[in-house]
């Protein structure tokens, strides 16, 4: 094709001869593959249509579960989340897939709060990380299993460890906690407010927060004669990762 358009332009006045250089920059096949970019965007639409129909299902589970406790049938999550149980099935063959989906989604959340406190101004964020901790695992009563960790990916842990160990460290050099605390510390602190959430339950869902208050308070007095010594990372991984028997 290209090839005719020269030989027209070969057969014209010899004043446009300057112009066959210019064709192709108004006809160039590069412009084809624009045609086709509308196009494109279509499978991306069709991803997020169905991230959004999972964050739908994972949304109504937790309501579900805060609600119903562990009790809370499939059937009443998909009504909630407004599919059809098939659907629901489809993507969480199981409860207990659907949980594990829960934990996930939790552990996500609460890198993304430690990100966030990491940009508090210096000596704010462990604080700051610690309530909004607080407020999400209030949220997530009902479904959070025994063993949390087992079923959050080793690189969620990991990376959520490191940014705390970095928000304590900088509550360190700002004078706001004791020296001797570790980041394990700081794992049983969030252990406590759970504690505290999963016993007050619906009859006093706020009372995690004065709980909170105590243990701050503790973690800025400047001379603390512990009894023991902290646990280590190991402990702490075994920990979370493995069943318990109920008391």
Do not use: C
């Amino acid at each position: 094709m290209t090839g005719d358009v020269g030989t027209a332009g070969a057969h014209d006045d010899p004043g446009d001869r300057t112009e066959p250089p210019s064709e192709p920059r108004r006809t160039e096949p590069q412009s084809e593959p624009r045609r086709t970019a509308p196009s494109e965007p279509r499978r991306p639409a069709l991803r997020r249509d169905a991230a959004e129909n999972r964050a739908r299902m994972i949304e109504a589970a937790g309501r579900a579960f805060a609600a119903q406790g562990p009790t809370a049938g499939m059937e009443d999550i998909a009504r909630l989340a407004g599919v059809g149980p098939a659907t629901l099935y489809r993507r969480f063959p199981t409860k207990d897939a659907l949980v594990a989906e829960l934990v996930e989604v939790f552990y996500d959340k609460l890198v993304t709060l430690a990100e966030e406190a990491a940009r508090r101004p210096p000596g704010e964020g462990l604080d700051r990380f610690l309530r909004t901790v607080g407020r999400l695992i209030a949220g997530s009563r009902g479904y959070l299993p025994g063993a949390w960790g087992e079923l959050a990916r080793p690189a969620q842990v990991r990376h959520l460890r490191g940014i705390t160990d970095g928000l304590l460290a900088e509550a360190r050099r700002a004078g706001v906690v004791n020296d001797q605390v570790t980041v394990t510390d700081i794992a049983m602190v969030v252990w406590g407010i759970r504690g505290v959430v999963e016993t007050t339950g619906a009859a006093a869902p706020d009372a995690w927060q004065r709980h909170l208050d105590l243990v701050m308070a503790g973690l800025r007095t400047p001379h603390i004669a512990f009894s023991r010594p902290p646990l280590d990372t190991g402990q702490v991984d075994r920990m979370t990762s493995e069943p318990h028997d109920s008391p």
